[in-house]
Structure formats: C-alpha cells, structure tokens
C-alpha cells in the first residue's frame, strides 16, 4: 500500500487512498461525502466510507458511529440569494462522548495533519453530539 504523507505530530500516515478520494469529491463530484478513520495498529488514516453522488447529509450522520471517532468531508451543494449555485466542503472532526479518551485524544491530534493532506476545504465543524453537525449548522454556516 503506498503512503501519502506522514503526520509528524502522531506518527500517523494518510494513505493515497484518502486523498485520490477527496480529489475525486472535490474536482469530479463522484462522490457527496468521504469518512475516514485511524487504525491504531497500523499508524494508517483510511478511508472508512464513501457517499455516492445521490447520497446526502442524513447518510453521512448514519454513517458516523456513536461510539467511535471518524473524520469526514461532505460537499454541500447549494443556491445562493442571487440564485448562483455554489459548493463549499465541510470537514467534520467526529469525537462522540461515548468514544474511548484515547481514540478522542488520537484523532484530536492527528486533525491538523489530516487537514493539511486533504486541500480545499472551506469550513470546519467539531462534534461530539448529531446536533452539533445537523443539517441547519451546515447551512448556517455555508451562507
């Protein structure tokens, strides 16, 4: 398996999967959302999940674990006032409070790293609880 880049702060490596993922999210639009995760064995940031184009933010909140920490950047597609059609990518740093301290710490630490490998990305949301990432504080955000 080839390695993209390593986080210095953790030790941790993305993997080329990860970003080849977001590339095809960002610039084709294949895919609507991405999750990724950390296996603490391996030291590998992967990709966890992918979202078809069809696929929308309530499948992205289904896909996230309640008891595991995942990252995960969804494309939202939106019309503006002036009736323009924009997209802007969301990363979401999923911590949920049932998540074990060390998988908390883990991937609090690995964030910058991961975000720094997956370029293009407009806006930011942590979570530890649905309502902090629902649907409107996408939108509120976007506008």
């Known amino acids: 398996m080839a390695m993209a880049f390593k986080m210095a702060t953790t030790g941790m490596w993305v993997t080329d999967e990860c970003k080849n993922s977001f590339m095809e999210m960002k610039w084709k639009k294949v895919h609507r ?15 966890d999940k992918v979202g078809g184009a069809s696929e929308g ?18 494309d939202f597609d939106f019309v503006t006032v ?3 059609h924009k997209s802007k990518i969301f990363f979401i740093a ?8 060390r998988a908390k710490m883990l991937y609090a630490t690995s964030k910058d790293g991961i975000r720094r490998v997956l370029e293009g990305i407009h806006y930011e949301l942590q979570a530890t ?4 990432m629902g649907f409107d504080v996408i939108q509120d955000r976007a506008k």
């Open 57 to 74: 933010y309530s499948d992205l909140e289904a896909s996230l674990p309640g008891d595991d920490c995942r990252y995960a950047v969804f």
């Open 82 to 84: 002036d009736n323009c």
């Open 33 to 47: 959302y991405i999750v990724f995760k950390i296996d603490e064995k391996s030291k590998l940031v992967m990709v």
């Open 129 to 132: 609880d649905p309502t902090e």
């Open 94 to 101: 999923w911590a949920p409070n049932a998540s074990r301290i």
